[in-house]
């Protein structure tokens, strides 16, 4: 029992060593010491012949002795730095001078850690901070400074106390986050902190002799918080992929502890309503970047999720129409997907019909379909981006002669870039003609054609 006792008033020892290094008074006590050390180690402690025996050897000898201690000091009290390639999360709770906080604070740290890395989590790296930098983080303003110092995205910080309450031993745990992001407008800022404070526990109090459970629930609930506001953060600063991975990893882990009648998802509920309106944003963004770098398989993937979470989703409809049709050539999907997305404050779905039908061959079905477009709205960069679709497929397909006639509606009415639409139905009309096909929509691209070139007379005379 006394080797016990002993060893632990050994622990608390050095535990209580390993907090006071890091502040300045330690420091300044330290190298006063290795002065008066030196000094008497040099001068025998006469302090009589100080002046008459004071070489510079000497004193450069303790000067360097106290700046090699003073280097040590700083560097090692310097908090840990997140690799430059890994996400940061960074624990600094503080805890009275008390082995067994100090005990709870390591166990807590290490189900923090075996929960945030679960899954595909690698790219997450843990740092804990010591009781002198845990401390000095006491409010969003403090966990600014060491966003930077330690290269973390997030800080989970608080403190662990013992206290009594109800006349039973109590360890009560308070708990906060800060989270590293873009610069946003205020509002959307403050939203984010809101939402943040959301997932993570509440104050806690429990009794001592219960603090391994009471711990382990913490951390777990903690540990899903903390990826889930990681993946937040991402999506604010721009790293669209990281934050879909970690959420959507997170959500197919509370869709199987749901599946678990065991399982209690009392203490993950807000998270299973928030994370649907995050996953369905990032798979979309994720969808369109895919159709732009041509990873069609890759778009696929994300409009799935898109399809679970939103599945009446207008820029969805209009995506998966172009998957099918890039992916699978599938035309009958690509236009059901199109006609779903109809409504009447955007004509882009009308614009991708008129493609589709035109492809299958109908041109004068695709001709009325362009021309109702071009009384609508259009989102701004739509007709480029279609027009730059349409000359894709064309170098793929070159005996699909329909589509510049396609090209050229675009241009004539869309556009209303009358040169490029001269060009696109003269290469139509020389085509068609050579195959003998469309022979009314060759009628009506001489038409224009005629249309332009009066346009471009009276413009001269003008």
Excluded at 138 to 153: L, M, N, Q
Excluded at 230 to 250: R, Y
Excluded at 269 to 279: G, N, Y
Aim: glycine share 4%.
């Amino acid at each position: 029992m006394s080797l016990i006792s002993d060893l632990k008033d050994g622990l608390d020892i050095i535990s209580y060593f390993r907090k006071i290094w890091e502040s300045k008074k330690a420091i300044f006590l330290i190298l006063i010491v290795v002065m008066g050390i030196g000094v008497w180690a040099i001068y025998s402690i006469d302090f009589n012949v100080l002046k008459t025996n004071i070489s510079p050897n000497k004193v450069i000898l303790i000067v360097g002795l106290c700046v090699a201690i003073y280097l040590i000091w700083y560097i090692t009290r310097m908090p840990k730095r997140v690799d430059r390639d890994k996400i940061g999360v960074a624990v600094a709770i503080s805890t009275q001078n008390n082995i067994a906080q100090e005990q709870l604070k390591d166990d807590f740290i290490e189900n923090l850690h075996n929960i945030v890395k679960t899954g595909h989590n690698q790219k997450i790296q843990i740092i804990t901070l010591s009781e002198y930098h845990s401390k000095k983080i006491v409010d969003g303003v403090s966990a600014r400074k060491y966003h930077i110092k330690t290269r973390s995205h997030l800080i989970i910080y608080g403190s662990c106390k013992l206290r009594m309450h109800e006349a039973k031993e109590c360890f009560y745990l308070k708990l906060d986050a800060s989270v590293l992001h873009g610069i946003l407008p205020p509002a959307i800022s403050n939203s984010i902190s809101k939402e943040m404070r959301s997932v993570l526990p509440p104050n806690l109090i429990f009794r001592a002799d219960e603090e391994i459970k009471a711990f382990r629930i913490t951390a777990s609930t903690l540990g899903h918080g903390a990826r889930y506001i990681v993946g937040l953060a991402s999506l604010f600063s721009g790293d669209i992929e990281t934050a879909f991975d970690m959420h959507n990893g997170l959500n197919n882990e509370i869709d199987a502890i749901e599946r678990d009648s065991n399982a209690s998802l009392k203490d993950l509920a807000t998270i299973k309503k928030l994370i649907p309106l995050h996953l369905s944003d990032e798979a979309l963004i994720l969808s369109e970047f895919s159709y732009l770098n041509k990873k069609i398989d890759k778009m696929g993937k994300y409009l799935e999720v898109v399809k679970r979470f939103d599945p009446h989703n207008y820029k969805a409809h209009l995506l998966r129409g172009i998957y099918y049709f890039l992916g699978k050539r599938d035309t009958k999907a690509a236009l059901e997907e199109i006609r779903k997305s109809k409504n009447e404050r955007d004509y882009t779905w009308q614009i991708n019909e008129a493609f589709i039908t035109a492809y299958e061959g109908d041109l004068e079905g695709a001709h009325k379909l362009y021309k109702r477009a071009s009384l609508g709205i259009l989102q701004s960069p739509v007709p480029l981006e279609t027009e730059s679709f349409i000359y894709e497929i064309v170098g793929l397909e070159p005996d699909k002669v329909q589509l510049w006639y396609c090209l050229g509606m675009i241009n004539y009415f869309i556009k209303e870039d009358p040169i490029s639409a001269k060009q696109c139905f003269s290469k139509f009309v020389e085509l068609a003609e050579n195959k003998k096909v469309f022979p009314s929509s060759i009628s009506f691209a001489k038409k224009y054609l005629q249309e332009i070139e009066g346009k471009k007379k009276a413009d001269k005379e003008a």
